[in-house]
């Protein structure tokens, strides 16, 4: 039997290729990736520098809740040492 935490986990990776859809087209260059908010699961848009005052950036997708953190620089990540 699935945990509530492991439904909403679903919930977040069905939302997550949206999300990273909408952040593309708005800001081009993003990193998506899941996250702990508060006591839920979110979605984590990582940006390459501060996006433009005008641009309205959503604040959830579907019903997930997104957090935002200028990073600088996106390099994919490679395999942890063992």
Not at 4 to 11: F, N, Q, V
Not at 25 to 38: F, P, Y
Request: glycine letters at 8%; proline letters at 7%.
């Amino acid at each position: 039997m699935a945990h509530a935490s492991d439904t909403e986990l679903e919930r977040v990776r069905a939302a997550k290729p949206e999300a990273e859809k909408i952040f593309r087209e708005l800001l081009g260059e993003v990193s998506v990736g899941i996250t702990r908010v508060g006591e839920a699961y979110g979605i984590k848009v990582n940006l390459t520098v501060e996006p433009d005052q005008a641009i309205e950036l959503p604040s959830s997708v579907n019903g997930i809740p997104v957090c935002i953190e200028v990073t600088g620089p996106i390099k994919k990540r490679t395999k942890p040492r063992a």
